[in-house]
């Protein structure tokens, strides 16, 4: 599987951001997608994730009711709309891939990542 991020930049604290993380390769359209985010300093945190059918989401309590993941009908790209941004919301974003949506948090259990996409958000 071959990931893809895009979509990063700046924006003022309460802005909007939409990433977009495009699959590719045999089994892209099974496997559940994460997003996860790393500030500098700081150890690598997740964010979100969908399920391969996309009917199963999770959030970081830290951006509940701000964040959005979903997926397209086709199953290949994932989206996070990222509302009401704060700056402590500025981090590389990364999006990686699983066989499923188990240990969906855990950043060691994903087997492939995208480049990463870089967010800054200023106050």
């Known amino acids: 599987v071959q990931l893809q991020a895009s979509g990063g930049g700046l924006v003022q604290a309460g802005g909007s951001l939409r990433l977009s993380c495009a699959a590719s390769?045999?089994?892209?359209?099974?496997?559940?997608l994460g997003w996860f985010r790393q500030a500098p300093g700081k150890e690598r945190e997740f964010v979100a994730a969908?399920?391969?059918?996309?009917?199963?989401?999770y959030s970081a309590d830290s951006v509940k009711g701000r964040f959005t993941i979903s997926r397209d009908n086709a199953k290949t790209t994932m989206t996070l709309q990222m509302n009401s941004l704060k700056p402590e919301d500025t981090a590389v974003y990364f999006c990686a891939a699983r066989p499923n949506i188990n240990y969906y948090g855990q950043p060691k259990k994903y087997d492939y990542w995208g480049q990463g996409t870089q967010v800054t958000v200023s106050s």
């Open positions: 969908i399920s391969g059918s996309g009917a199963i989401t």
């Open positions: 390769g045999r089994t892209s359209s099974t496997y559940a």
